[in-house]
């Protein structure tokens, strides 16, 4: 059992900065690929980030902007978000998946980041 708290979220302005962070506690944090999913209201959600610490996958949407990087010691994972967008707007959950590729199967409560001047 993983249980994952995200924290970090809140209003920039376009082109500004945020990062999230995700503190995971119960099983072995470092066995599972770790990531950052989004979801908008009336839409699916959507992968942002996945790592396994070895390989990482990013949205193309993101791809240049957006950091992620996972410290297996203190059980974290952290997202650095940069050059945000309005279409950045949503509510963002740190996943945990039992390898690459595969469905999460612990999710985080979410965490809402609103792009807007």
């Known amino acids: 059992q993983v249980q994952l708290v995200e924290s970090g979220g809140g209003l920039v302005q376009p082109g500004g900065s945020l990062r999230l962070s995700c503190a995971a506690s119960g099983s072995i944090f470092r066995l599972y690929a770790m990531g950052w999913y989004r979801q908008v209201p009336g839409k699916q959600r959507e992968l942002v980030v996945v790592?396994?610490?070895?390989?990482?996958n990013y949205h193309d949407s993101v791809k240049g902007r957006f950091t992620i990087s996972r410290d297996n010691a203190k059980n974290t994972v952290h997202l650095q978000m940069n050059s945000l967008k309005p279409d950045d707007t949503a509510v963002y959950y740190c996943?945990?998946?039992?390898?690459?590729?595969?469905?999460?199967?612990?999710w985080g409560q979410g965490t809402q980041v609103t792009v807007s001047s």
């Open positions: 996943s945990a998946a039992a390898r690459l590729g595969l469905v999460p199967v612990y």
């Open positions: 790592t396994n610490g070895g390989v990482t």
